[in-house]
């Protein structure tokens, strides 16, 4: 059996390293031209935890993972005004919990793909063709794939969704947020955040910031935006829109790049996620969105389960139809957590804003504390 997978992330990784061990051909055409070394920091839990163990990865997550003790929200001087136990999650969460850098998960999933994988940086998919008993797949150098079943796994911007599917702006839902990541060095800063999570408690917009071991300080900014449209120019936009938000944010703000990641904040639903051979995959099939936290975990075990669906059936669409039923609810959930989620992540008023600090200290209560990190930790993924 061959696989063509799009997309060397995440859940293009997950899906190459299951197939492979279970004997498949696989071929994995990844737009960028290496690994991406830029992304933001992600606590990792849940549904992925289980295929992680399965593939023997879980010592290298926490061996690139960080151990963080709390997520502070900060005035405009950075005193500390509500303090969320990060350590708690994770004993709720049974110990299988740790905050790790994205790319860093990849780097581990990455080192578990046999080597026999053909993995091609700098290449794409342009075209589909699908018959009974096959797929096809045209890549940008000509090249033509002949497969059992292709796996688009290239993100909320998805070129196979589009092409086996249809445009994007039928399935692609704004949430009314964007956001920026960079990373940048300032000892100064650095000394500052320390070693918490720290995030200013504004609204509207809101700066996150971590210090790395490296000693970079990673930086994610998040803002309400009625407007859907991309600006013309993020650096210019994000200095003026969040100049005024105090502490470290005026200094952060004089180290944004020209070039870094922004994009908005949405989903992406659909009401099936395969047609005949191709299938999507993670952000491409079922994006939850950063409001959500749980997009990585819930592409590990999508892979998982349909890794296990195609090594189980013989019928590739059978198999694509189990794979739905088992992860479209652990999807769905994600989906609803993230929009419910959203209102708190970057309130919209002073109100709001007053309670979400709130229920932070009412955390701290026994009983009162242990039902609000539960519902943050959600389901743990042992039912699949």
């Known amino acids: 059996m061959k696989a ?4 060397a992330g995440i859940s293009g990784l997950s899906a190459a390293a299951f197939l492979a061990r279970a004997g498949w051909d696989v071929v994995v055409a990844e737009q960028a031209e290496g690994p991406r070394p830029q992304g933001n920091m992600i606590d990792f839990f849940g549904p992925g935890w289980q295929a992680a163990n399965s593939l023997g990865i879980v010592p290298r997550i926490r061996e690139l993972g960080y151990r963080v003790e709390r997520l502070e929200y900060v005035d405009t001087w950075g005193n500390p005004r509500a303090t969320l136990s990060v350590a708690k999650l994770s004993r709720l969460a049974r110990g299988e919990f740790v905050s790790v850098l994205r790319p860093d998960l990849e780097l581990a999933i990455h080192e578990a793909v046999p080597r026999r994988v053909d993995l ?5 998919v342009v075209a589909v063709q699908q018959s009974h008993g096959s797929v096809k797949a045209t890549l940008d150098d000509a090249s033509v794939l002949d497969a059992d079943v292709l796996i688009g796994a290239d993100g909320i911007h998805s070129v196979v969704r589009e092409l086996a599917f249809g445009p994007e702006e039928d399935f692609f839902h704004y949430l009314g947020f964007h956001v920026g990541a960079y990373s940048f060095r300032d000892s100064d800063v650095a000394a500052q955040v320390g070693d918490r999570f720290a995030v200013t408690d504004t609204c509207g917009e809101a700066m996150f910031f971590y210090r790395l071991r490296d000693g970079r300080i990673t930086v994610m900014a998040v803002h309400r935006s009625d407007d859907e449209a991309l600006p013309d ?17 005026p200094a952060v703000l004089r180290q944004c790049p020209r070039d870094f990641y922004y994009d908005q904040v949405a989903q992406i639903r659909m009401p099936g996620w395969h047609t005949n051979r191709v299938v999507l995959l993670g952000d491409a099939a079922a994006a939850v969105s950063l409001l959500a936290g749980q997009g990585a975990s819930l592409g590990m075990a999508a892979a998982y389960v349909l890794a296990d669906e195609l090594m189980k059936r013989r019928d590739v669409g059978q198999a694509l139809d189990a794979f739905e039923t088992r992860i479209r609810p652990l999807a769905l959930a994600g989906q609803r957590a993230g929009v419910s989620a959203a209102r708190w992540f970057v309130p919209a008023t002073p109100y709001a804003a007053l309670a979400r600090r709130t229920m932070i200290r009412l955390e701290g209560i026994p009983g009162i504390g242990r039902l609000i990190s539960s519902a943050l930790i959600g389901k743990s993924g042992a039912g699949l």
């Open 4 to 7: 063509i997978i799009c997309g």
């Open 120 to 124: 091609r940086y700098g290449s794409t």
């Open 233 to 249: 120019d993020p650096q210019s936009m994000l200095r003026s829109r969040y100049r005024n938000l105090g502490w470290i944010c």
